[in-house]
C-alpha cells in the first residue's frame, strides 16, 4: 500500500508494483464482462495507439488554429470534427466544434456560447435532463427553468408553454435531450419550434445534448432527424458513450459566428482560446480518429442497428420473465423494475426511484443478456 511513514511518502518495490497493476487487470477483466449499466461501449481495440502514449502531446487551444506546441493531433482532431460535421449536416463555411473531454464540457461550452449571445435570457431543460445541466447553469449563473418530464422522459410541452408565457420577453435557451440518461427519452425539437412559433418567439437558442443518442439516431430508419438543417444551434455527443474509448471524450459541434465571439488570442501559447478547457487531450482525438477509420459510417450505422435490436430482445426476455420493463423507440436503454441488490451490484445497474436500466451496448450481446436474465430468474424478488 501507498501510505505515509513519518510524513514521507515511500514508494512501493517494483515486484509489489506490477502484482498490484497485475491484481487491477484482473479485476477489470472480471468487472467488464457484467457491465450492463452505463452508455460505454466496452468493445474497442485501440493497441494500435499504444506508442502515442510515449509523448507529451496536447491539442492546447483551438483545434483549427496553429499553436507554438507543436506536439499534437490537431489535424487528427479536424478530420474527427469534419466526420460529424457531415453525420450532423453543417455546412463547412460555417462549422466549428473541438473534442471534448465528455458530454458535460460539449454541453457546458454550447451553453456559454448560447448565454454570451443573449445575456438576458433563460435556460429552460426538462427535469429528466442529465445533472450536468443543472450544475452548467450554476456555473454559468444562468436563470434556470426546469419543465416537468413526461413519463417517457421527454420535455412536457403544454407546462413549457406556461413557463414560456410567464417569463415573455426574455429569450429562452433550451438545452433539448436527444435521448436521456435514464429513459432515452428524446425531446422533440419540431414540437419545441411549434410551441415557440405559437408564441411569436423569434429569438432562441436550441442547445441538443445528445450525449450517447447523438451516435444511435443518424443512423436509425425513421428516427427523429437531428441535425444543423433545423434551426439548432449546438449539439454536444460523448465520445467514450457509442464510439467508445478509455478516456473519457466527446465532441462539441456549433456554428463558427458563435465561437467568434468568445474568441480571445492567447499569446504565451500563440493561438485563439475558444474551448473549455485549456490544455486539452490529444490522444483522445487519435481515438476517435481510428474508430471511424476503423467501423466507419457502415460500421457504426450496423451497430447501432444491433443495439437497438438487442435492448428490444432484453425487454422482451425481461416480459417474459414477468419483470415490467419500458423501452422507448429508438431506444437502446431498457428501464425495468428494481431487482435484488445482488443482482443491481453484480451487472453494475445504475437505479432510480425503484427502477433499474440495462443500456444496450455494443458489448452486451444476446449471449450476455441470457447471462443476465438467468441470473435474475435465480434471485427470488
Ligand atoms: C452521459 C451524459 C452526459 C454527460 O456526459 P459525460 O461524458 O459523462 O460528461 C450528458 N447528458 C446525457 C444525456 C448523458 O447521458
Known amino acids: 500500500m501507498v501510505g505515509y511513514t513519518n510524513g514521507v511518502l515511500y514508494t512501493m518495490r517494483t515486484w509489489t ?25 466496452a468493445q474497442f481495440e485501440y493497441s494500435a495507439l499504444f506508442d502515442f502514449l510515449r509523448y507529451p502531446i496536447n491539442n492546447v487551444g483551438d483545434p483549427y488554429d496553429d499553436s507554438s506546441y507543436l506536439l499534437g493531433t490537431r489535424e487528427f482532431e479536424q478530420e474527427v470534427l469534419a466526420f460529424f460535421a457531415q453525420l450532423y449536416k453543417i455546412p463547412e463555411s460555417n462549422f466549428w466544434g473541438y473534442v471534448t473531454n465528455g458530454g458535460t464540457e460539449g454541453n457546458m461550452h454550447g451553453l456559454f456560447l448560447a448565454r454570451e449571445l443573449y445575456p438576458d435570457s433563460v435556460l429552460y431543460f426538462s427535469a429528466d435532463s442529465h445533472y450536468s445541466i443543472t450544475k452548467i447553469a450554476r456555473v454559468l449563473r444562468m436563470e434556470a427553468v426546469v419543465v416537468p418530464a413526461t413519463s417517457e422522459g421527454t420535455m412536457d410541452l403544454q407546462q413549457l408553454a406556461v413557463l414560456l408565457r410567464d417569463r415573455q420577453g426574455r429569450t429562452p435557451i433550451f438545452s433539448l435531450n436527444i435521448g436521456t440518461t435514464m429513459k432515452g427519452g428524446i425531446d422533440s425539437i419540431d414540437a419545441v419550434l411549434a410551441v415557440l412559433h ?3 418567439v423569434r429569438d432562441y437558442y436550441i442547445h441538443c445534448d445528445a450525449a450517447l443518442y447523438g451516435m444511435l439516431l443518424p443512423f436509425l430508419e425513421g428516427a427523429p432527424v437531428v441535425d444543423f438543417t433545423k434551426p439548432i444551434d449546438s449539439v454536444a455527443i460523448s465520445g467514450h458513450k457509442f464510439i467508445g474509448s478509455p478516456v473519457p471524450c466527446g465532441v462539441s459541434l456549433t ?9 480571445r488570442p492567447i ?9 473549455i478547457s485549456g490544455s486539452r487531450n490529444a490522444f483522445s482525438p487519435m481515438v476517435l480518429w481510428y474508430a471511424i477509420q476503423k467501423r466507419g459510417y457502415d460500421g457504426f450505422k450496423k451497430e447501432a442497428n444491433t443495439c437497438i435490436a438487442h435492448a428490444r430482445y432484453l425487454h422482451d426476455r425481461l416480459v417474459g420473465i414477468g419483470y415490467s420493463a419500458c423501452l422507448n423507440d429508438f431506444s437502446n436503454t431498457v428501464l425495468f423494475e428494481k431487482p435484488p441488490a445482488a443482482i443491481r451490484e453484480r451487472w453494475q445497474l445504475a437505479t432510480q426511484n425503484d427502477r433499474s436500466h440495462v443500456v444496450v451496448m455494443q458489448h452486451v450481446t444476446k449471449k450476455v443478456i441470457d447471462r443476465f436474465v438467468r441470473d435474475l430468474q435465480k434471485c427470488v424478488r
Do not use: C, Q
Open 17 to 41: 508494483v506490477t502484482k498490484r497493476l497485475a491484481a487491477k487487470k484482473r479485476e477489470m477483466k472480471r468487472l467488464v464482462r457484467s457491465f450492463l449499466g452505463y452508455p460505454s461501449n
Open 198 to 200: 405559437t408564441h411569436g
Open 255 to 263: 456554428k463558427k459566428e458563435y465561437v467568434e465571439r468568445i474568441t
Open 267 to 275: 499569446e504565451y501559447i500563440e493561438t485563439l482560446d475558444t474551448t
